[in-house]
């Protein structure tokens, strides 16, 4: 049976409000050293993300003033969601396709539950990948095991 998010769900999250300035929103980035964090309404729902890629594009535009300039301005509005019940697949598959490197977990309420990056899913990706080799050596060496027993 295939994994779901749930299972992965970053629950403890740093987030930003729509009224955060985009130059503390950045401080806060640098600070964390994450690539994105979501937006969040005053009423904690989901407004959308802010990425390191929508701060560059916004200091690449005239009039920058990230003093001024509050995250609702330029984050990406609407970002790719799932839910707590979506196949772990899925939510790579939509990474994939989206070429994006995070997706929001909300409830039907669209509040935010959590956060699951492609960091999440490659380390998950790594312990599958350990776990079925483990497995295959500790089988493999009692294949090997009973094969010298047998040929005493």
Not at 39 to 52: E, M, W
Not at 71 to 93: F, I, N, Q, S, Y
Not at 106 to 125: A, K, R, Y
Request: aromatic residues 6%; proline residues 3%; contains cysteine.
């Amino acid at each position: 049976m295939s994994k779901t998010i749930a299972e992965l769900l970053i629950t403890d999250i740093a987030y930003l409000d729509c009224d955060d300035t985009v130059e503390d929103a950045q401080h806060v980035l640098d600070e964390t050293e994450l690539s994105g964090m979501p937006v969040l309404n005053p009423d904690k729902s989901l407004f959308g993300i802010l990425t390191q890629h929508d701060i560059l594009n916004f200091y690449r535009r005239p009039l920058n003033n990230g003093k001024a300039v509050r995250v609702w301005e330029v984050c990406t509005t609407r970002p790719v969601v799932a839910t707590l019940a979506t196949p772990v697949e899925t939510v790579a598959g939509l990474m994939v396709h989206e070429r994006i490197n995070h997706v929001m977990i909300v409830d039907d309420n669209e509040q935010l539950l959590g956060v699951v990056t492609s960091e999440d899913l490659l380390s998950q990706v790594i312990v599958t990948s350990s776990d079925a080799a483990h497995e295959f050596s500790k089988d493999a060496f009692a294949r090997l095991h009973l094969a010298r027993h047998f040929d005493k």
